[in-house]
């Protein structure tokens, strides 16, 4: 029995075996029981179950503030550290290294661990935040080398990364670097990734907070399609996952947008002019979408394009090619 880290002994009439076993599997044990009447043996199998292989998941980045949802696989239950609960959100302040144990159906545990990083939150102050009133004109950065019918537009955190999507040159997503974050004088491009075998028409595009999730939606499918990124905000890495219909309430779609912790999806389109709401049951998983309410913006704009959020969400921006304004 030594040789897979257990023993035995046999003292008072009492058998016991211990220590920690280092191999799984069946294995058959041999005991000499010596008394007054002479020796005997006891025999007998013990069977050793592999540990479950726990998943913690990937590793987070998020703003301050934001809903994180954790959730552990690879057993039948799962216990975290940090006061968190499995599958359920909470909101991270700080950077924090989280362990998952999990337990199967044998009462076998094992452990993982997954960081969720914080970042802290950007202030805007560009004389009176998110005033549009108080707008003016920089500089332009020309992407006609790649696109020449640029249709929508996102960074990533910190601005080190601009994805500009196409919808005619190459209906693609194209990824430039700024080596100062939100320059664009100083972007250079890096690669492109195809959407046209989900959408020839793209034109509205958003990530998840760790740009491990890219969302395209356009006017041919009316639908908006998700897709995983192994790396986040590099689309190289990039594959097609599902794909939800908007087509019951917008068959010209033109762009979305997300809540903080992806439970709440907004479409814009052109043709019924107004603002789709939808939620999510599972934060920026567009299975799990279901329409809410719609907002009409006819009387501002009749082919409203474009839409962003301030950080709460207090106030919404709708652009539009009629007006040729933001609202």
């Known amino acids: 029995m030594d040789s897979w880290g257990v023993?035995?002994?046999?003292?008072?009439?009492t058998i016991t075996i211990s220590g920690t076993p280092?191999?799984?599997?069946?294995?058959?044990?041999?005991?000499?029981?010596?008394?007054?009447?002479?020796?005997?043996?006891?025999?007998?199998?013990?069977t050793v179950n592999d540990l479950p292989t726990v998943d913690a998941g990937t590793d987070q980045t998020v703003c301050s503030g934001d809903n994180v949802t954790l959730n552990g696989s690879g057993a039948s239950t799962y216990t975290w550290d940090n006061g968190v609960t499995n599958n359920t959100a909470f909101t991270a302040s700080t950077t924090t290294t989280y362990t998952v144990t999990g337990t199967d159906a044998n009462g076998c545990q094992n452990?993982?661990?997954?960081?969720?990083?914080?970042?802290?939150?950007?202030?805007?102050?560009?004389?009176g935040a998110y005033d549009i009133s108080t707008a003016t004109y920089v500089q332009n950065f020309s992407v006609a080398a790649q696109e020449t019918n640029p249709s929508g537009i996102a960074f990533n955190n910190d601005g080190t990364k601009m994805f500009v999507l196409g919808d005619y040159y190459g209906w693609d997503v194209n990824e430039y670097t700024l080596t100062t974050g939100f320059d664009v004088s100083t972007a250079s491009f890096v690669d492109a990734f195809g959407v046209s075998a989900q959408e020839n028409n793209p034109s509205g595009l958003a990530f998840n907070n760790d740009g491990t999730k890219m969302f395209v939606v356009g006017s041919t499918g009316d639908d908006v399609n998700e897709?995983?990124?192994?790396?986040?905000?590099?689309?190289?890495?990039?594959?097609?996952?599902?794909?939800?219909?908007?087509?019951?309430?917008?068959?010209?779609?033109?762009?979305?947008?997300?809540?903080?912790?992806?439970?709440?999806?907004?479409?814009?389109?052109?043709?019924?002019?107004?603002?789709?709401?939808?939620?999510?049951?599972?934060?920026?998983?567009?299975?799990?979408?279901?329409?809410?309410?719609?907002?009409?913006?006819?009387?501002?704009?009749?082919?409203?394009?474009?839409?962003?959020?301030?950080?709460?969400?207090?106030?919404?921006?709708?652009?539009?090619?009629?007006?040729?304004d933001v609202n």
């Open 7 to 13: 023993t035995a002994s046999w003292s008072s009439n």
């Open 22 to 46: 280092n191999a799984s599997g069946t294995f058959s044990y041999t005991i000499p029981l010596t008394g007054g009447c002479g020796t005997v043996d006891a025999t007998g199998t013990i």
């Open 111 to 127: 452990t993982d661990q997954v960081t969720v990083t914080v970042n802290a939150s950007n202030t805007v102050s560009v004389n």
């Open 227 to 324: 897709y995983t990124l192994t790396t986040g905000f590099d689309v190289s890495t990039a594959s097609f996952v599902d794909a939800f219909s908007v087509v019951s309430q917008e068959t010209s779609p033109r762009d979305l947008a997300f809540n903080n912790d992806g439970t709440k999806m907004f479409v814009t389109g052109d043709l019924g002019n107004d603002v789709n709401e939808y939620t999510l049951t599972t934060g920026f998983d567009v299975s799990t979408a279901s329409f809410v309410d719609a907002f009409s913006v006819a009387s501002q704009e009749g082919n409203p394009s474009g839409i962003a959020f301030n950080n709460d969400g207090t106030k919404m921006f709708v652009s539009g090619y009629a007006g040729d």
